[in-house]
């Protein structure tokens, strides 16, 4: 049974960590939230000690190390993005692998740094990248690799994710912390369109505000026009229609993928690949991670070229603007 501890306690993401733990047989010693809403935690590991100061926290774990002798295998990391690469840090210096959410980093050079450290500590960062463990994504990734060698795939890459006012005052709403819609609800299929067709040739940004981004990637075997937008009005009139807020669709070759299910046990089972030392690491994730880096340094270049139908929707205001 191997000793977890967990950062983000609060946050949306940690139940999906916290079942990862239990289901895989180990156990959870400490946990961190500066709130205090982890309720959560009598489902899975009520006997879990948790704290909302990282002081008090840290002494905690130098505590279980040096009177009871228990050393920390793992550090689950669920926190805003930008302190991922705190965190994992923070990890490596207890002597615990690091297992931590997308984006892993905000910026490519991080991912260099980390790599000193892991390999001045000899602990490993893992990657929560589950899409790679998707069985619709698995079935793709198969069909490419049994296509023609040149071939070359047309796909439409279409999310839209509406979300409240409460996003923009929330970190996800400043860039800066989030890494702007590219990163926040993009980074990971970036990763499977990089995981599934290879090294990317462009990067093309249409569209960027605060609501929405709209752009065209080329990576060797695929052209994939791509839009992202947090904004309702973005959404097609037959999903409002049905009262539903949330919009997924990747068209392959005009033929839609079926992604609709499948989620419920995919963090277990990246656990499940980490802990026997298959997981994905720091130079898994690069390429998706220079991809939104790119995109949120881009000028957008307006509707020109092979943009995605979406990009040309109505622009809105920042609600806090209006």
């Not at 705190?86 to 931590?100: E, N, P, T």
């Amino acid at each position: 049974m191997r000793k977890f501890a967990l950062i983000g306690l609060a946050g949306y993401v940690a139940p999906r960590h916290l079942k990862a733990i239990k289901d895989t047989g180990n156990d959870l010693v400490a946990a961190l939230d500066k709130f205090d809403s982890v309720g959560v935690m009598d489902s899975y590991f009520p006997n879990a000690d948790f704290f909302v100061e990282i002081e008090r926290f840290d002494r905690y774990l130098e505590k279980l190390k040096y009177e009871e002798g228990k050393v920390l295998d793992y550090m689950s990391i669920c926190t805003p993005n930008y302190l991922h690469d705190s965190h994992i840090r923070m990890a490596l210096r207890r002597g615990a692998d690091a297992i931590c959410e997308k984006p892993l980093v905000l910026n490519p050079w991080n991912i260099d740094a980390l790599q000193k450290m892991e390999k001045e500590s000899g602990r490993r960062i893992w990657n929560i990248l589950q899409l790679r463990m998707h069985p619709s994504i698995l079935e793709l990734k198969k069909k490419v690799e049994n296509a023609p060698k040149d071939k070359v795939f047309d796909i439409d890459l279409t999310y839209i994710t509406s979300r409240g006012h409460w996003y923009y005052t929330s970190w996800k709403g400043d860039e800066s912390k989030s890494g702007g819609i590219a990163t926040n609800i993009g980074v990971h299929f970036y990763d499977m369109l990089s995981w599934i067709f290879g090294d990317v040739k462009r990067n093309t940004v249409h569209v960027h505000s605060h609501d929405r981004a709209g752009g065209y990637l080329e990576f060797e075997r695929a052209r994939v026009r791509w839009f992202l937008s947090i904004n309702y009005n973005a959404l097609p009139e037959e999903i409002k229609e049905k009262g539903q807020r949330t919009y997924r669709s990747i068209l392959i070759e005009g033929e839609e993928l079926e992604f609709s299910g499948g989620f419920t046990d995919l963090h277990t089972k990246v656990y499940e690949s980490i802990l026997a030392g298959e997981g994905y690491g720091l130079e898994d994730a690069r390429q998706a991670i220079e991809i939104v880096h790119e995109i949120r340094n881009t000028k957008p270049k307006g509707l020109v070229g092979e943009y995605h139908p979406f990009a040309s929707k109505d622009l809105e205001p920042h609600p806090f603007n209006r």
